[in-house]
């Protein structure tokens, strides 16, 4: 069974840095795509970031970003692991949300329970 957990939201100031981690496990795939998505009230959830994860290795590739988040935040798979980081540099008040991170299954899609990041001053 496929199990994802979101770590690492908290409250930060503008400007400031947060590192979130998403552990996976149950995926016996041999390539997968592991994506970071949020949702702020009020608003539809976004993709912010993904990446492709060679099951056998360490590797990955594809690495994709929103227009939003693009040069101030990085994924990157955690050495050797199952499991992808996100660093979020330059936060701004409008990256506030609940970050969740999702991967794409054959005729659905897992989901963590997710994370809240708020950067607030």
């Known amino acids: 069974q496929v199990q994802l957990v979101e770590s690492g939201g908290g409250l930060v100031q503008p400007g400031g840095s947060l590192r979130l981690s998403c552990a996976a496990s149950g995926l016996t795939y041999r390539w997968y795509r592991i994506n970071w998505y949020r949702q702020a009230p009020g608003k539809e959830r976004e993709l912010v970031a993904g990446v492709d994860i060679h099951g056998g290795g360490t590797t990955y590739r594809d690495t994709t970003y929103a227009d939003s988040v693009k040069g101030r935040f990085t994924i990157s798979r955690d050495d050797g692991k199952s499991s992808v980081n996100l660093q979020m540099n330059s936060l701004k008040p409008e990256d506030t949300a609940v970050y969740y991170c999702?991967?794409?299954?054959?005729?659905?899609?897992?989901w963590g329970p997710g994370t809240q990041v708020t950067v607030s001053s």
């Open positions: 999702n991967v794409p299954l054959p005729g659905r899609l897992a």
